[in-house]
């Protein structure tokens, strides 16, 4: 590890943990000259890292390192040229980017509330201690333990990494011959299996700001899973709720982000609207992935990819957003995203994939390319964004152009009907 001199005008020192974005253009605008940036990055990501060649240091270390080695390493840049602020814009890497600010005194997340933000049965400790939206729930170390929670639980229940993102690994078990095959599954990305029951229901995610142990709820997202993966197959913002079931959806993720003390930036909660009520699934100290931060901005007229970093660096942002979402009018207010992917494996052979007026579509994949069956949100092959006046007409849109992309491509899709998702 190198940390080289910087420029002795340096007023300000950034550390950023994990994808770098286009932070070092909204520091410069923010902070204005003297801004250094260093990021902190495990080194397999390191190659796809987003901004990485915009930072004026990396600092890259072993996938396996654990909290303390990112903390000797924190301080050492720190003991060379003290570092003023601190920011993580993706999962990885944030509970160690806690521990490491906590050991120099610099604000941030506490090491507690990153804790229990990325372990999802600690999460759900934390909620039962304050008798908050229970959910049967226990940690399968091995194939015997998920047999003893499944019996205990009851079905159907569902298996997943403790610690996993992307719906990587999580599995739904609805009889109990699928118990082994959904254990190898959820416990072959290297963490221990959280067991719990499957809550039915609509699925919505909460995108919120908070400062100074306030939130502002932004907008409510409602969501599409595969039946069969669980991987996420599309969205729309804002959700259409009525007031009261809209009220309780925002209120389960703000009583969340308060068990487990998330205080201030921008949060990401998956709640599941059921039966007896609003039940959360997991929450994220970040925005929502998959376009939903620039669906946000779309809907809502606030742009996270300036409030954050801004916040970050010791701004507050709270009064202005409010008076942005309470003035913002767009004509095409509704944003939908919907994706194809495959149940077969194939390769990517490319199309045209012409994109609307309403609407446009990516892929996320190169000529070439792999496809895998749909495992997890990596294994998505097309994207489409498209925006409407009302929350069925962007879904339409989005879904039905997601289906002729996949018919160009030659794919078998997963669902395009939101009837048939989760």
């Given at each position: 590890m190198s940390v080289t001199t910087p420029p002795a005008k340096t007023l300000h020192h950034l550390a950023v943990f994990g994808d770098l974005f286009d932070i070092p253009d909204r520091a410069l605008k923010t902070l204005g000259d003297g801004v250094r940036i260093t990021l902190f990055v495990p080194r397999s990501r390191l190659a796809a890292c987003d901004g990485a060649e915009h930072a004026h240091a990396v600092i890259a270390l072993a996938d396996d390192a654990d909290a303390t080695a990112w903390t000797d390493a924190v301080r050492a840049v720190h003991a060379s040229v003290p570092l003023t602020h601190a920011l993580a814009l993706v999962d990885h890497l944030a509970y160690e980017a806690a521990v490491a600010m906590s050991a120099i005194g610099l604000p941030f997340h506490t090491p507690t509330t990153m804790a229990r933000v990325g372990d999802k049965a600690l999460m759900r400790r934390t909620l039962d201690e304050r008798g908050l939206y229970r959910v049967p729930f226990?940690?399968?170390?091995?194939?015997?333990?998920?047999?003893?929670?499944?019996?205990?639980?009851?079905?159907?229940?569902?298996?997943?990494?403790?610690?996993?993102?992307?719906?990587?690994?999580?599995?739904?078990?609805?009889?109990?011959?699928?118990?082994?095959?959904?254990?190898?599954?959820?416990?072959?990305?290297?963490?221990?299996?959280?067991?719990?029951?499957?809550?039915?229901?609509?699925?919505?995610?909460?995108?919120?700001?908070?400062?100074?142990?306030?939130?502002?709820?932004?907008?409510?997202?409602?969501?599409?899973?595969?039946?069969?993966?669980?991987?996420?197959?599309?969205?729309v913002m804002p959700a259409p709720l009525s007031e009261d079931d809209a009220a309780a959806v925002a209120r389960?993720?703000?009583?969340?982000?308060?068990?487990?003390?998330?205080?201030?930036?921008?949060?990401?909660?998956?709640?599941?609207?059921?039966?007896?009520?609003?039940?959360?699934?997991?929450?994220?100290?970040?925005?929502?992935?998959?376009?939903?931060?620039?669906?946000?901005?779309?809907?809502?007229?606030?742009?996270?990819?300036?409030?954050?970093?801004?916040?970050?660096?010791?701004?507050?942002?709270?009064?202005?957003?409010?008076?942005?979402?309470?003035?913002?009018?767009?004509?095409?207010?509704?944003?939908?995203?919907?994706?194809?992917?495959?149940?077969?494996?194939?390769?990517?052979?490319g199309a045209d994939l012409p994109s609307g007026e309403h609407v446009q579509v990516t892929a996320l994949r190169s000529e070439g390319d792999p496809v895998r069956p749909l495992a997890s949100t990596n294994d998505r092959v097309v994207k489409v964004r498209a925006t409407g006046t009302t929350a069925d007409q962007a879904l339409t849109l989005a879904r039905e152009a997601a289906a002729e992309a996949c018919a160009a491509l030659s794919l078998d899709p997963s669902p395009t009907d939101p009837a048939h998702t989760l």
């Amino acid at each position: 590890m190198s940390v080289t001199t910087p420029p002795a005008k340096t007023l300000h020192h950034l550390a950023v943990f994990g994808d770098l974005f286009d932070i070092p253009d909204r520091a410069l605008k923010t902070l204005g000259d003297g801004v250094r940036i260093t990021l902190f990055v495990p080194r397999s990501r390191l190659a796809a890292c987003d901004g990485a060649e915009h930072a004026h240091a990396v600092i890259a270390l072993a996938d396996d390192a654990d909290a303390t080695a990112w903390t000797d390493a924190v301080r050492a840049v720190h003991a060379s040229v003290p570092l003023t602020h601190a920011l993580a814009l993706v999962d990885h890497l944030a509970y160690e980017a806690a521990v490491a600010m906590s050991a120099i005194g610099l604000p941030f997340h506490t090491p507690t509330t990153m804790a229990r933000v990325g372990d999802k049965a600690l999460m759900r400790r934390t909620l039962d201690e304050r008798g908050l939206y229970r959910v049967p729930f226990r940690l399968a170390p091995d194939l015997d333990e998920a047999r003893a929670a499944v019996s205990g639980i009851g079905l159907p229940c569902v298996f997943k990494p403790v610690s996993g993102t992307g719906s990587a690994g999580a599995v739904m078990v609805r009889e109990e011959k699928e118990i082994e095959a959904a254990y190898l599954e959820a416990s072959g990305h290297g963490q221990d299996v959280l067991v719990e029951q499957f809550v039915t229901g609509p699925q919505f995610s909460v995108e919120a700001l908070s400062e100074d142990g306030r939130h502002l709820v932004l907008a409510i997202t409602r969501k599409y899973s595969d039946p069969a993966t669980l991987v996420e197959l599309g969205h729309v913002m804002p959700a259409p709720l009525s007031e009261d079931d809209a009220a309780a959806v925002a209120r389960c993720a703000e009583d969340v982000l308060d068990a487990v003390g998330l205080t201030y930036g921008p949060s990401h909660t998956e709640v599941i609207l059921g039966p007896g009520g609003p039940v959360p699934i997991e929450t994220h100290a970040r925005v929502g992935g998959d376009d939903i931060w620039l669906m946000v901005h779309a809907a809502t007229g606030v742009d996270l990819d300036t409030v954050q970093p801004d916040q970050a660096l010791g701004h507050s942002v709270l009064d202005s957003v409010r008076s942005t979402l309470e003035t913002y009018a767009p004509q095409r207010r509704y944003q939908a995203v919907w994706f194809g992917a495959a149940r077969e494996a194939t390769t990517f052979t490319g199309a045209d994939l012409p994109s609307g007026e309403h609407v446009q579509v990516t892929a996320l994949r190169s000529e070439g390319d792999p496809v895998r069956p749909l495992a997890s949100t990596n294994d998505r092959v097309v994207k489409v964004r498209a925006t409407g006046t009302t929350a069925d007409q962007a879904l339409t849109l989005a879904r039905e152009a997601a289906a002729e992309a996949c018919a160009a491509l030659s794919l078998d899709p997963s669902p395009t009907d939101p009837a048939h998702t989760l």
